[in-house]
C-alpha cells in the first residue's frame, strides 16, 4: 500500500513529461493517489501528457483549464472537480511560477512594475488564491505543497522571480498560521535547478546548472526530478502530520555549504 493511498490530489503546472508537476502526479498514482489536473495555457498539451502517467493513456486523470490569475476560473474550480468525481480533496500540489522575460535575466534594475507584479501575481499569491479556491473540497484537512526556490540568497538571473519566490515563502508560512486551526498543513519543497521548459526559458539559468553538481555535497542530476516529487509526495502524505510553515531542501545539499570547494 502507498503512502497516499486512498488520497485525491489535485496537481497543477503540468504541461510536459518533463514538468515537475508531471513527476508529482506520476509519484502520487504509484503512490495510491486518485489525481486531477489543471492546465494552463494549453489544455490540449497537458490532456496529451497526461496519457503518459501510470494510469495510462484509457484513464488519464482529469484535466481542468485553470489560469490562477483568472478569478472567475478560480471560483469555478471547486465544482469542476465535483463534476469529475472529486468530492473532497486531500491534497493540492502548487507548481506554478511566470515572469515575464523582461524580469530575468540580468534586468532587475529595469524592470517595470507591471512585468514585477505579473510575476508576484502568478508565482506568489497563485498560492493563496488556489488554496482558497480549493478550501471547500479540503473541509477534512489536508495538506498543500508549494515548489520554491531558496529565496534567502540573490541567484544570477533569477531577479524579480527572486523576490516572487520569497513572496511565496513568506506567503505559505501565513497560509499555514490561518489554516492550521482547519487541518489544513502548508509546506514548500525547495528544489535545485531542474530542466524544465520554465527553467529554459531563464536567460543564463545555464550557469546555475553548470554550478550545482560540483557545489552539492551530494551532487545532482538536473534531469532527474525523482528527489523533488517524491519529497512532495511525503508531504502530501500522512507522513508529516505536524509539519506546517516549513521548507524542505531537495538541492543535493547545496544551502548547506558557503562556497563550492
Known sequence: MGILEGKRILVTGVLTDASIGFHVARVAQEQGAEVALTAYPRPTLTQRTAKRLPSGPDDPPPVIELDVMNTEQLDGLAGNLRDHGFDH?????????????????????????????????????????????????????????????????????????????????????????????QGIRV??????????????????????????????????????????????????????PATTGEIVHVDGGLHSVGAPA
Not at 500540489?93 to 523582461?102: G, T
Not at 541567484?155 to 486551526?181: H, Q, T
Not at 536567460?203 to 519529497?231: N, Q
Not at 512532495?232 to 502524505?237: E, G, N
Open 89 to 181: 480533496l486531500d491534497g493540492v500540489m502548487h507548481a506554478i511560477a511566470f515572469a515575464p522575460q523582461n524580469a530575468l535575466g540580468g534586468n532587475f534594475l529595469e524592470t517595470p512594475w507591471e512585468d514585477v507584479a505579473t510575476a508576484v501575481h502568478a508565482s506568489a499569491y497563485s498560492l493563496k488564491s488556489l488554496t482558497m479556491a480549493c478550501l471547500p473540497l479540503m473541509k477534512d484537512g489536508g495538506s498543500v505543497v508549494g515548489l520554491d526556490f531558496d529565496a534567502t540568497k540573490s541567484w544570477p538571473v533569477y531577479d524579480w522571480m527572486g523576490v516572487a519566490k520569497a513572496g511565496l515563502e513568506s506567503c505559505a508560512r501565513y497560509l499555514a498560521k490561518y489554516l492550521g486551526p
Open 187 to 240: 509546506n514548500l519543497v525547495a528544489a535545485g535547478p531542474l530542466a524544465t521548459m520554465a527553467a529554459k526559458s531563464i536567460p543564463g539559468f545555464e550557469g546555475m546548472t553548470e554550478l550545482w553538481p560540483k557545489a552539492a555535497p551530494l551532487g545532482w542530476d538536473i534531469k532527474d526530478s525523482e528527489p523533488t516529487a517524491r519529497a512532495c509526495a511525503a508531504l502530501l502524505s500522512d507522513w508529516f
